[in-house]
């Protein structure tokens, strides 16, 4: 029934548009300005903006050094120093705010050694990690790799595990690493943090997390063919009578939600009756 | 002096901000009557047609050249698709072959990695496998996605209940066939990634955590906390280090090559580092090249990585493929709206999956919070720009609340920062605690819903509706999977799906079939001649490679000196 929930509106949908274009754009009149050190040349550039727009307003066209400009994939490790500090830090160019007088450096790449492996010919155990990268041992506990991770992940933590070999422990503490490779450059034991923490990752997830019981259920279903009659009957459903699979669908969308909402509390017990 | 923030706000938010503290726990106690609000198909008709971008008049054209003239696409994709080539054919040497392998994989993101494993899998040494890429191995926006992936796994779920959802959400213009592998295939994907140590959520007897996603009828929401893209993306790309599958980064293919009997024979790649070009001739080429969001369609943010530039539509329109779906652009309900620094990244739909609700500027709700994206996203610039309810930010966008504290009283202290971990780091960057504040948003490009049509072997479509046999395509560059609208954790499933189906079909084409025929570049030359014909500036070129940030003042001093080119 229209009108119910939305009442009908007399909009000029064009100028709706070019509305939000207009409000999407840079603005044009600059209020603050700061001036940065783009490796040792001043640039000034508005205030506010991320180290990656600084650069770019400031006339760079990035190859290297950009990827997924939200903080996902590890591409504009950064190294600056502020105005008047001695101090390196680290920061990702697309995540950080430029301040006036940061001196910058992007790293475009990090030669860092993965070992290479055949997971399926693992067997986990406690020095499955050193193994592989023998140099965790090498550790020396000066913290410099966590000081160096944009993503504050207690990086050192999770070497002093793998050295333990709790692979558990290292899976869980590396799981929000992007490997931008900032804490093997700064690290003065020459480690691999990142590789030895993917490697304990899958083996987390391939050894150690239990297999789901539903889906090999579901699997042997879709082996057996069970599903092809179905997938014919909608198939037919859908051209000889499209009003009527519309219908289906909101039906079992408005059920199935309603349905669901029932098994909120517990979700495991209701599921064995229907098993 | 810079404007004053209280934790991140300028005081006239914090107004707002505490209007929208004030209904919460009202909302909360009815957040189970949210589902009252969800739309008719006749409202969700009349909301979509005014307030979606879409269907607003004065974004589209129809195409002048190709295969698909005549059709209805965004200017911006009409723009590189009537272009001149960027390589001229005439300047490269097809004789001088650099690399002749079984398989060229054109992308490095999910689905050609994907692609390649399976293409392994299926016996196909990596040596003789090639992954050419534009940036790094891994830079997509596979690596970007937040919520999780879809699949039919519960006993109370089926494939065909996962495919009634795909072909609603897509407005039932999705192939069947295509939505039938979809499907079918999700739960054997997930169990190849459990095999290859993907870290899923899961509960203590090894059940998948589920959630809702947006248009969907059962929770099937599979997620590794709101890194889900990531966690798949390092894996397969760990998987493919160690079988020595070669990568050549920063090295994008910029034109197809056919062959004298009308096949797609490789492609020419460029170095935008040394700017030489490569030759390469396989047996079987694969399309993974992602979409289109650095287009900025309409002039809309975008969440999408730095070079979803569209280059595969661009280069297989060339040759002769056939699009589809292109007019309908999916933008995401909810991309950041504030603070600048992050306008249109994007906030995960499983903030709303996890109880978070959208309100206006007063606190009121306004939409039923998992409505398929298109409806969403409309109902958002409905309420900002219809309604005129909405926040008006320091540098002139517009956004609604979404009201994320509400999954802390929802699902108990500490869920944001369990499971999304992701928003949590980004917001708190830039001095905004989404545990205790709302956040602001408004929709943001995110989606190619098209693209090259494909068959359910992933083989590429030629005009005609016949498949090319040696060229296949997988992940957002393809069409037809999600007719004129994704859901929710369809995307990095499709880019699974199509890439393993690719993979194992160009597999097949390269055991059993020779050298493809004669390399050429006619097709370029013959598409210029229709470009020609329409009167397209020269400075109109494509693929486009890489969308230009620089700023104004710098370009209007920027100078070529005939000099160290």
């Known amino acids: ?275 | 002096m810079t404007l004053k923030l209280i934790n991140g706000y300028p005081e006239y938010m914090r107004e707002s901000i505490e209007m929208v503290e004030k209904t919460r726990e009202q909302r909360i106690k009815e957040k189970a009557k949210e589902k009252e609000l969800a739309l008719t198909e006749e409202e969700r008709e009349e909301v979509l047609s005014k307030f979606h971008p879409d269907y607003a008049p004065g974004g589209k054209r129809e195409l002048k050249v190709g295969v698909n003239k005549g059709e209805i696409v965004p200017n911006e994709v009409a723009d590189i698709l009537e272009a001149w080539p960027a390589l001229d054919p005439d300047e490269v040497d097809l004789n001088d072959i650099d690399y002749d392998v079984d398989i060229l994989i054109i992308g490095g993101g999910g689905a050609g990695t994907v692609a390649a494993l399976w293409a392994n899998y299926e016996g196909i040494p990596a040596e003789n496998i090639l992954i050419a890429t534009k940036l790094r191995h891994g830079d997509a926006n596979s690596m970007m996605a937040q919520g999780g992936i879809q699949a039919a796994d519960r006993p109370w779920d089926s494939p065909i209940i996962h495919y009634l959802d795909v072909l609603g959400g897509g407005h039932f213009a999705n192939k069947h066939e295509l939505v039938k592998a979809l499907t079918t295939d999700a739960p054997k994907i997930i169990k190849w990634h459990e095999d290859l140590g993907v870290m899923y959520d899961k509960d203590e007897k090894g059940n998948f955590i589920e959630r809702w996603g947006g248009g969907t009828s059962r929770k099937r929401l599979h997620s590794a906390k709101d890194y889900t893209g990531m966690e798949i993306m390092r894996v397969i790309r760990d998987e493919a280090r160690n079988r020595d599958i070669p990568v050549l980064e920063f090295s994008p293919a910029v034109e197809l090559i056919t062959t004298e009997d009308g096949e797609i024979g490789g492609a020419i790649l460029w170095n935008m580092e040394t700017k030489e070009y490569y030759v390469v001739r396989a047996k079987a080429t694969v399309l993974a090249t992602g979409g289109w969001g650095r287009l900025h369609i309409r002039g809309f943010p975008t969440t999408n990585h730095y070079g979803a530039t569209a280059d595969g539509l661009v280069m297989a329109y060339r040759a002769g493929a056939r699009l589809r779906d292109l007019e309908s652009v999916q933008y995401h309900p909810t991309g950041a709206a504030y603070p600048e620094q992050i306008v249109g990244l994007l906030i995960t739909e499983k903030v709303r999956t996890m109880g978070a609700t959208p309100v206006n500027k007063y606190g009121e709700r306004f939409v039923f919070p998992l409505e398929p994206r298109d409806v969403e996203a409309a109902m958002f610039i409905r309420e900002c720009f219809g309604k005129g309810n909405c926040i008006q930010t320091p540098t002139g966008m517009r956004g609604v609340w979404l009201d994320s504290p509400m999954i802390e009283e929802l699902q108990g202290e500490g869920a944001i920062k369990k499971n999304l971990d992701a928003m949590y780091r980004m917001y708190k960057r830039f001095g905004i605690d989404m545990t205790k504040d709302p956040i602001l948003v408004f929709p943001t490009l995110h989606y190619q819903n098209g693209g090259v049509e494909i068959n359910a072997d992933a083989q590429v479509l030629k005009g005609d509706g016949s498949p090319y046999p040696r060229f296949f395509a997988g992940g957002e560059v393809e069409g037809g999977v999600h007719g004129k609208n994704r859901l929710m954790g369809n995307s990095l499933l499709d880019y699974n799906v199509f890439g393993r189906r690719a993979g194992i079909s160009a597999a097949k084409v390269a055991r059993n079939s020779s050298k493809p025929g004669k390399l050429t570049l006619k097709h370029v030359k013959l598409f210029t001649e229709e470009v020609k014909k329409i009167n397209v500036p020269l400075s109109r070129r494509s693929p486009i490679l890489l969308p230009d940030y620089r700023g104004k003042r710098v370009l209007a001093r920027k100078i070529d000196l005939p000099i160290l080119q």
């Open chain 1, 1 to 275: 029934m229209m009108g119910k929930k939305v009442e009908i509106l007399d909009v000029d949908s064009k100028q709706i548009m070019d509305d939000i274009k207009k409000a999407a754009s840079p603005p044009e009149e600059v209020e603050h300005w700061v001036t940065i050190y783009v490796m040792g040349k001043p640039y000034k550039v508005p205030a506010g903006l991320t180290i990656m727009k600084a650069l770019e307003y400031a006339g760079y066209r990035y190859i290297r050094g950009a990827g997924c400009r939200a903080g996902f994939c590890g591409a504009c490790a950064t190294i600056f120093r502020r105005k008047g500090e001695y101090r390196f830090r680290t920061a990702l160019a697309c995540q950080t705010t430029v301040e006036d007088g940061m001196y910058l450096a992007q790293i475009p790449f990090v030669p860092a050694n993965k070992a290479k492996y055949d997971l399926d010919k693992i067997e986990p155990g406690p020095t499955t990690l050193l193994e592989y990268y023998p140099e965790i041992a090498r550790c020396v506990s000066c913290n410099t790799c966590t000081k160096a991770c944009p993503q504050e992940l207690d990086v050192m933590y999770y070497i002093q595990y793998g050295i333990r070999g709790d692979i558990k422990k290292v899976a869980e503490l590396s799981f929000d690493c992007i490997q931008c490779g900032l804490c093997t450059l700064r690290c003065p034991a020459e480690i691999q943090h990142y590789h030895m923490a993917q490697l304990a990752r899958r083996l987390y997830g391939k050894y150690y997390l239990p297999k789901s019981p539903w889906l090999k259920k579901r699997l042997k279903e879709i082996d057996s063919g069970m599903y092809e009659k179905a997938f014919e009957n909608i198939k037919k459903l859908r051209e000889e009578n499209p009003e009527e699979f519309k219908s289906l669908y909101y039906k079992v969308l408005i059920e199935g939600r309603e349905k669901e909402s029932k098994r909120i509390n517990d979700p495991l017990e209701l599921m064995e009756g229907e098993d």
